[in-house]
């Protein structure tokens, strides 16, 4: 890792030299253009290769030196604005008004998205989709085919709403437990993560809300798309996608069972557990981040039992079956649950492993005392969560109606109302914001990127992309042109953060018919969400779902074999994807 102040040191000082150069010269667009072009490609070479740099440090640092080629331009519309009515009145319009500031870094979007990751944190505690999942396991007679492509198809409707990352997130930890309890091969393990990034971000863009690409994307060529838009175009393009997610599963999981009978206490009631961790030590894990964490008190055995829960076993019974010391037992096993029930699950543990099932029946009691309880505290904080979808749903028609209103309003009213389901619970409380903290901070890079992007504009680059893109209808058709619009989305997501894709190339598309804006939209929020998924740098969700690979499951894979898993069902997705984008075209001529 490189030292970041020195990077941000060296492009202070480039940029003084560009400003120095500026008073005997000019800088051409050409150069503007160029180290934005360079900030956004050492993303991908800085963050994938032997030698890497904090993402803040190189965008902030590379600001300064956008900034300074900027100034120094011959003419741009800020140029001439600032010439004709001063800094005050520029100052006044674009950094001391909310409509400058959206202008500026998409402020609306980016708030709405900070109030969304806020709520979702908050909803994540109340351990809903752990909640439904029993539910359809038990429903399902413990099939996991029906169970997992339930699961999903709730999480593809709700990433369309909700904060896709946030929602990866609640989802891999889910399908995870699922296939802990089938004793699957880690290879699947493995691909039931990779399938959580697809849902969240291809299935995710059946509407504008849970995707930033579709967020920046709408506020771009406003009023070109709208909600009615996503609906139209986007929503069978998500379901299609869907289809192919869903027959990958059945190839994976179809036949797997899970004994519901026989299901560990712990396991059979994970959500009050996850709601019981939150409450009482402020944090949430899984049985193996719990041993990772205590390795040092397990004597070499940590890995050892590690082995075992993959292998299907409970957490309590890996550890007795590995001649864990009591005191050692008693440890995780409070730290996991709570510190009164950790003599009482030991017990129980103990009992079942010697096979006297009747006296790990009895020593499971007061477990199942203490979880009731949690779970009526648990299900009063869900109906919070579910009545801050109100404020949301109300002020998210009232923006469709009136794009005056600031969307940002709708996802923080939601967070406030959620959060008084859990405001007495302290330790919650505070596992929320941090966690909406941490998944927010994966956006603070996109700041200078967009203001790079909007200086851009100004300086007129973006009128040279329309006339190629007009240029390009001319001579090979509006099909052709919205294929290559697809496929370059899609190669550019995958090495570039789709966010900034979204947001460089969306401009190119003002001033065409508004059928052709429909079409290239399509073709674009297509490539944004299916590139995102291709590699482990694409967008947030891959980002999320490789560190937990590499953390949980695998330890030593690689940004390759992530790239191999994912191909067969990236290319089959856009086969899948090119039919639709040339069958619109065909219903426009």
């Known amino acids: 890792m490189l030292p970041p102040w020195r990077f941000v040191w060296g492009c202070a000082l480039v940029a003084c030299a560009i400003l120095i150069a500026g008073r005997l010269t000019p800088m051409p667009v050409g150069l503007l253009a160029a180290e934005v072009l360079a900030t956004i490609l050492g993303l991908f070479l800085l963050g994938s290769f032997k030698f890497q740099i904090h993402k803040n440090a190189l965008t ?87 169970t997992v492509i339930s699961v999903t198809a709730v999480v593809a409707m709700a990433s369309g709403i909700l904060d896709g990352v946030s929602m990866i997130g609640l989802t891999i930890r889910t399908l995870v437990i699922i296939m802990m309890l089938a004793a699957a091969p880690l290879e699947a393990v493995r691909h039931a993560v990779m399938v959580c990034t697809a849902v969240t971000t291809i299935c995710g863009m059946w509407l504008a809300y849970g995707e930033p690409p579709n967020l920046i994307m709408k506020a771009n060529l406003y009023p070109s798309l709208d909600n009615a838009f996503f609906l139209r175009y986007c929503l069978p393009a998500a379901v299609a996608s869907y289809a192919v997610i869903a027959w990958q599963l059945r190839k994976r999981l179809g036949g797997r069972h899970i004994r519901l009978d026989d299901l560990d206490i712990l396991d059979a009631n994970v959500a009050d557990v996850r709601f019981l961790q939150a409450s009482r030590h402020g944090e949430v894990m899984t049985p193996i981040e719990l041993v990772e964490g205590h390795a040092d008190v397990l004597e070499g055995r940590a890995e050892s039992v590690i082995q075992r829960i993959q292998a299907g076993e409970s957490l309590g019974l890996a550890l007795v079956h590995e001649d864990v010391s009591v005191g050692a037992r008693r440890l995780l096993l409070g730290h996991f649950v709570s510190d009164e029930l950790a003599d009482g699950l030991d017990r129980h543990y103990l009992y079942e492993a010697a096979g006297r099932p009747e006296e790990a029946l009895q020593a499971e009691l007061a477990v199942h005392e203490v979880l009731s309880v949690t779970a009526t505290i648990r299900r009063r904080a869900q109906i919070f969560g579910a009545l801050g979808l109100v404020p949301f749903v109300i002020i998210l028609v009232i923006h469709g109606l009136t794009h005056q209103v600031p969307l940002f309003p709708a996802s923080f009213g939601a967070f406030a109302v959620a959060l008084v389901g859990i405001m007495h619970i302290p330790n919650m409380r505070g596992l929320a914001l941090r966690e909406a903290r941490a998944e927010y901070a994966e956006y603070y890079f996109l700041f200078p990127l967009f203001l790079s992007i909007t200086l851009l504009t100004s300086a007129g680059f973006f009128d040279q992309v329309q006339s190629l893109v007009q240029d390009g209808i001319a001579i090979l058709g509006p099909s052709h042109v919205a294929f290559g619009q697809f496929l370059g989305s899609t190669l550019l997501s995958a090495i570039l953060d789709n966010n900034v894709v979204a947001d460089f190339a969306s401009r190119g598309l003002h ?36 560190a937990f690979i590499r953390r949980d499951v695998d330890p030593h894979y690689t940004p390759l074999r992530w790239i191999k898993d994912m191909t067969p069902v990236i290319v089959q997705i856009m086969l899948v994807l090119t039919a639709i984008i040339y069958l619109e075209s065909a219903l426009l001529e």
Not at 94 to 117: C, K, P, Q, R
Not at 512 to 535: M, P, R, S
Not at 538 to 545: F, K, L, T
Request: glycine share 10%.
């Open 60 to 146: 902030y640092g590379m600001l300064l030196v956008v900034g300074a080629t900027f100034s120094q331009l011959a003419r741009s519309s800020w140029h001439i604005e600032i010439a004709e009515q001063g800094w005050r009145t520029w100052t006044a319009a674009h950094l001391l008004s909310f409509e400058g500031l959206d202008g500026l870094v998409h402020a609306d979007t980016m708030l709405f998205i900070l109030g969304l990751t806020l709520f979702v944190a908050v909803i994540a505690q109340t351990r809903l989709l752990e909640g439904i999942t029993l539910v359809l396991l038990r429903r399902n007679a413990g099939y996991m085919l029906p």
């Open 511 to 546: 001033g065409l018919d508004i059928n052709l804006v429909h079409l290239f939209a399509l073709a674009q929020i297509a490539g944004y969400a299916l590139g995102g998924c291709w590699t482990h740098i694409g967008c947030a969700q891959s980002v999320v779902a490789f």
